[in-house]
């Protein structure tokens, strides 16, 4: 019996401090991601989520240039952008994603550019892993409390907004006939939005964490029928996904190549669009 | 013809009507969109705003909530000092497209009627439940209550907006075209079951179209909206030659026709106005076999 589950969990896997940082920060990542992506996709507001995450590849660069944090850099970006989209008229949805389209080829320029100055002024050789696909193992041990505080901070202004937020996503015309200054609930979203990707980013870096956001979210929505029941999917399958990719990962290294393991991230968006597409084939068959 | 049974807006003297428009004009992109438009409807009072695209219908159910910029006038509801905004108003916009797959039934929205403005998230309460379930009744909604709402047809979706819209007991309810892209029998079922709500749960009812028709049966009042101006009164009052002429600027004809009413540009009129095309072609449509 244990041989079995020695086979699964590698020896150390539940005494590792790595691994236990590991869980918490994906595990705050997975549930605010499963409680807003529900929101980011009903909203039609995939591609800006998308652009959020990216553009934090700008944050995290700069802040390994400033010998900061990188969580600093992916908050400071996400709140800056998240403004940015909020000035520009996220209602307009066509000149939205032309400015978001716009905004974010800047910003990825711009991280290019910080990249090359990490890697060859500051010597931080890894900060382009790092920032693009996530340093869940090499965390600094401060990083915990701000990402927990980060995540806690975001479920409670979405509980608070929660009813003129899921109004206003069903029909901007209905919440406003209600008397909901759909403008101000909007905004309070992205912001909410903007903690969910940076603390994302800090768990499986900026490139894939559209994927924790919008994947388990996408999934749900064939699963259930009820706002909370959705949001109750999506954050089960994106724990599932975040803390079987841990593990997955944390075995890896003892696949080839032996003592290097596999990127987290890669397992996790794998295991993400496995529920993805189990959640579709589910909702084909009735 | 069906009887119409006017219900006077000012039949009980004292009482305020349940909605007054003062005056109220709009400028739209440089355009005076309203002019001067006043009319009053009492409580358990169904009235039709009627003109073609464009003539501001919208326009003035959102001045009516508040939340049209740039107008002028005053809105009462109940004698109430103007500028509340939104209170005691319900209202069903203009189509709009729901997904099928967002994860509301219709009961959740129903339930968002109650309360979607509230911060904070709701406690699960019998009463709220209890209260969502007739609502859902009285609109003859139950059978599809737990299905989303992106998946029910163009007259469902109507019944569970115009529940989402009642429950928080308005004086007044606008409706934006629900009679749009409803075939005939879910459009005479839902001119029925406002004429009903209006007369049960005294609640003064603007619904508007661009066709006459389908409200024929059920209006008390007709507010006609053309060139920014409104001619207000009884249907017989108002959808008469003489009143329409005046209103377009231009001479029309109102024909009667097997108990339906045409507008059409007459022969000084201008040929293929908005007018013309909307009204012949809304009845060319029911009248041919
Ligand atoms: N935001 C806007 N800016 C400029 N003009 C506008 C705006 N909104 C509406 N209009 C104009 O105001 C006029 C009245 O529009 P409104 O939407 O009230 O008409 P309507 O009677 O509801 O028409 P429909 O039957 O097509 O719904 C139209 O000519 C329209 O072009
Ligand atoms: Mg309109």
């Known amino acids: 019996m244990s ?52 553009i934090n590849a700008t944050g995290g660069s700069a802040a390994f240039l400033a010998g900061i944090s990188p969580v600093w850099g992916y908050v400071a970006i996400s709140v800056a952008a998240a403004g940015a989209m909020e000035a520009i008229g996220i209602d307009r949805r066509r000149g939205r994603d ?4 716009i905004v974010l080829v800047v910003g990825f320029g711009l991280a290019a550019l910080f990249l090359f100055w990490d890697t060859t002024l500051s010597g931080a050789s890894n900060a382009t892993n790092e920032v693009l696909f996530g340093s869940i193992w090499t965390l600094s ?17 979405l509980a608070v907004i929660y009813r003129p937020l899921l109004l206003s996503s069903v029909s901007s015309e209905l919440a ?5 200054s759909v403008r101000i609930v909007g905004a309070l979203y992205l912001l909410a939005l903007a903690a969910a990707v940076a603390l994302t980013c800090v768990a499986i870096g900026a490139i894939l964490s559209t994927g924790l956001l919008i994947g388990p979210a996408a999934g749900a929505l064939h699963l259930s029928r009820r706002p909370w029941s959705a949001m109750a999917s999506a954050t089960a399958i994106a724990l599932a996904a ?45 | 013809m069906t009887q119409i049974a006017p219900v006077s807006a000012d039949a009980s003297p004292g009482t305020a009507p349940a909605l007054a428009v003062e005056h109220v004009g709009a400028v739209l992109g440089g355009r005076q969109v309203l002019h001067d438009v006043s009319f009053a409807l009492g409580a358990g009072e169904l009235a039709g705003l009627i003109g073609s695209n464009g003539a501001g219908k919208t326009t003035l159910l959102r001045v009516i909530l508040g939340l049209q910029a740039q107008s002028v006038g005053v809105v009462r509801i109940g004698g109430q000092a103007p500028g509340r905004r939104a209170s005691g108003v319900g209202y069903v916009p203009q189509k709009f497209e729901l997904d099928p797959d967002l994860p509301v039934r219709a009961r959740d929205l129903v339930a968002l009627g109650i309360d979607g403005n509230r911060f904070g998230i709701p406690l699960p309460s019998r009463r709220r439940r209890e209260l969502v379930q007739a609502m859902l009744r009285a609109v003859d909604a139950e059978r ?24 928080q007991r308005p004086r007044v309810l606008l409706l934006d075209e629900p009679l749009a892209s409803l075939d005939l029998r879910s459009e005479h079922e839902v001119v029925a079951l406002l004429a009903r709500l209006a007369r049960e ?36 009052e108002v959808i008469r030659a003489e009143v329409l002429s005046e209103l377009y600027g231009h001479h029309v004809d109102v024909l009667h026709l097997h108990g339906r009413v045409i507008v059409v540009a007459g022969p000084g009129g201008e040929q293929g106005s908005d007018l013309t095309l909307a009204h012949a072609h809304g009845t060319d449509l029911e009248v041919s076999p």
């Open chain 1, 242 to 286: 975040s803390w079987l990719g841990i593990l997955l990962a944390y075995d890896s290294y003892y696949w080839p190549p032996v003592g290097n393991g596999w990127p987290v991230s890669f397992f996790i968006v794998v295991l993400v669009f496995l529920f993805y597409a189990g959640a579709r084939i589910r909702a084909a068959r009735g």
């Open chain 2, 144 to 167: 599809f209550a737990d299905a989303r709402v992106g998946e029910l047809s163009g007259g469902e979706q109507q019944r569970v907006l115009i529940a989402h819209a009642l429950i």
């Open chain 1, 141 to 157: 041990p401060g990083t915990v409390p701000i990402v927990i505080a980060l995540g806690a901070g975001a479920i409670t202004l």
């Open chain 1, 98 to 101: 032309i400015a978001t389209g």
């Open chain 1, 3 to 54: 041989s079995v589950l020695h086979a699964i969990v590698e020896p150390g896997f539940f005494g590792s401090a790595q691994v236990h940082a590991a869980l918490a920060i994906t595990g705050a990542a997975a549930l605010l991601c499963g409680v807003i992506g529900v929101f980011t996709v009903v909203r039609g507001q995939s591609f800006a989520g998308h652009a959020l995450s990216d």
């Open chain 2, 201 to 236: 749960q005294r609640i003064a009812v603007l619904i508007s179209a661009h066709d006459v028709n389908p409200l024929l049966p059920a209006m008390d009042r007709v507010v006609y909206l053309a060139g920014g101006r409104a001619a207000v009164g009884r249907t017989d």
């Open chain 1, 176 to 180: 406003a006939a209600r008397g909901v």
